[in-house]
């Protein structure tokens, strides 16, 4: 028996993994992953709401962030932990599929899991746990179906009204809040300049610095900052009326031979010719950009000091190193294409607008291009004191552009305030009692989770959340679906009423991407870190 035990104990460990491999699995594994991931979501959780705290964040480059919007939080906070990535991901999601309710994607992914971890410490499947929290997603998919309400298209006011609702509630927990009808009547005049695939790129955002917020202007047409100029810039005109376009794609300036150009010549009159000839070529060009009728010509190269002098003396406005989006952007609005050479130039190829004119927006000038026939694209000139102040109103603007083509697009909303997910969180507590066995606890979990939004709005306003949400919980009971949170009077309110307004489509997207999330959370009962190719295993003790 001893010699079978020592035969035992002798034999050889079996080493699977390379060493200085880090594993760790089962429950404390999934449990460890809640936890990095409830840390994530303490980080943002105060952003949320009217009330919501801004973060300022220096990145390694020492770049200052002002923000409040929970997606630039997550991508500059630069998380290392693998599970923890997850929720960056789902906030990154949201904001490229809806633009708004990253921080509300966040909070409820983190709930989901806060809920579930007690279930999963006491021993219960995390497999039952998922199809419990999928079973009760979809069902609140259907509620908010069943809940949202449709506003017709073919009254062009109400459409506007519903738009400018959606507008103003997203940017109601962004530091432009104060000026949210100012700014909501012009996302919605933005918007409803683009064509019906409502393309976000034909939507140019400007910044100067100096001035008020409120000096913010739409350009319904295209302006972007005069370009780098040569001496003869300043006696061309600077504003014209009805005046042709020309876009181009073209060099106009002598350039240096490149590097290992060679060309063997043998007396001076050869090299007159060669250097007369490079003058005659480009003269050409410029003669021909004249004789189309052009007034304005625009090139993504460089126009250098003799073409600007040129044009310059024949009333033609020019500008070189033109961006290739603004460009972009101006054929959109005017018409023509962008040529790559100037022979043969047709009417077609040109566009023409009501109004060109260069302008001084505080301490720069802009080129600006009004009554555009073809105008589906506009600019945003955005002013304000910080360049910090500047960016965050660009990113809350992005937001509110985001809401509004997606009501336009799904022309369904649902009442904002915490008031939906009160009502879904009644329904789910409902159809959980008509459900027997271990589903019906996680269906009510998942209930008790979706009143999160709600008391981290109160927690952020600074009241007390379990007042407001016993009164939430007794109107709901009652069939009162849209009351919610009013900050204003610090009580309820029917916020439906009140037009604090999203698009449903945000809470359904909301809602997949967060369960979606818990679920791959919960799914990993194990992680295998592979070392670095540096890594050196420790030697051994001396005398070992």
């Known amino acids: 028996m001893s010699s079978k035990m020592m035969g035992m104990g002798m034999q050889p460990r079996i080493i699977l993994l390379k060493e200085g491999t880090d594993t760790s699995q089962g429950v404390p594994q999934i449990v460890s992953n809640i936890n990095a991931c409830q840390m994530v979501v303490e980080a943002i959780r105060t952003t949320l709401g009217p009330r919501g705290m801004d973060k300022l964040i220096v990145d390694s480059k020492e770049k200052v962030t002002i923000s409040n919007d929970g997606a630039t939080i997550l ?36 709930e989901f899991m806060k809920q579930a971890k007690p279930y999963i410490e006491d021993g219960i499947n995390p497999q039952v746990i998922i199809r419990s929290y999928r079973k009760a997603t979809a069902y609140a998919l259907k509620k908010i179906q069943e809940l949202q309400v449709t506003v017709k298209k073919d009254d062009p006011v109400e459409q506007r009204d519903l738009l400018k609702k959606c507008a103003a509630t997203s940017m109601c927990s962004k530091l432009i809040a104060f000026n949210k009808e100012y700014f909501s009547e012009m996302v919605v005049d933005a918007v409803m300049c683009l064509d019906s695939y409502l393309p976000l790129n034909m939507i140019g955002i400007k910044k100067v610095t100096g001035g008020s917020l409120t000096d913010t202007q739409l350009v319904k047409g295209v302006a972007f900052k005069k370009t780098f100029s040569y001496a003869g810039f300043e006696m061309q005109p600077k504003s014209y009326t009805k005046p042709r376009v020309l876009c181009l794609n073209i060099e106009l300036e002598l350039k240096a031979e490149r590097d290992n150009a060679e060309c063997r010549i043998d007396n001076v009159k050869d090299y007159q010719d060669i250097v007369d000839a490079e003058w005659n070529i480009l003269y050409e060009k410029l003669e021909k950009m004249v004789q189309s009728g052009a007034k304005i010509i625009l090139s993504k190269l460089p126009i250098g000091d003799v073409a600007t002098q040129y044009f310059a003396d024949r009333d033609v406005f020019c500008a070189g190193r033109v961006a290739q989006e603004d460009l972009n952007r101006t054929v959109k609005a005017c018409g023509g294409t962008i040529l790559a050479t100037v022979n043969n130039i ?188 540096n890594y050196k295993p420790p030697k051994p003790m001396p005398g070992m």
């Not at 999601?93 to 992914?109: F, I, K, M, N, P």
């Not at 566009?351 to 000038?365: A, K, L, P, T, Y």
């Not at 945003?380 to 960016?391: H, S, T, W």
């Not at 959340?465 to 900050?487: F, S």
């Open 75 to 110: 991508s500059l906070l630069d998380i290392v932990h693998p599970a923890a990535k997850t929720l960056v991901d789902i906030a990154r999601s949201q904001d490229a599929e809806v633009g708004d309710g990253t921080t509300s994607v966040t909070l409820l992914a983190g």
């Open 346 to 533: 047709r009417d077609f190829d040109m566009g023409e607008c009501d109004m060109f004119e260069e302008i001084q927006i505080g301490n720069e000038r802009y080129n600006k291009f009004t009554g555009c026939p073809k105008a589906k694209t506009c600019t945003l000139i955005l002013r304000g004191g910080a360049e910090q102040f500047i960016d965050e109103t660009e990113r809350s603007l992005h937001d509110a552009i985001m809401i509004v083509r997606r009501a336009m697009k799904n022309d369904s909303v649902v009442a904002g305030g915490g008031a939906i997910e009160m009502e879904l969180s009644k329904e789910l507590k409902s159809y959980a009692k008509t459900i027997h066995g271990k589903e019906q606890l996680l269906i009510t979990a998942y209930a008790k989770a979706l009143e999160v939004i709600p008391r981290q709005l109160c927690d952020n306003a600074g009241f007390d959340a379990t007042v407001i949400l016993n009164k939430l919980r007794q109107k709901h009971a009652q069939g009162e679906k849209w009351m919610g949170m009013d900050i204003t009077s610090e009580d309820i309110a029917d916020n439906f009423a009140a037009c604090v307004w999203e698009p449903s489509i945000v809470k359904r997207n909301a809602l997949t991407a967060a369960c979606e999330a818990c679920c791959t959370i919960l799914s990993i009962d194990e992680t295998v870190k592979n070392p670095n190719s």
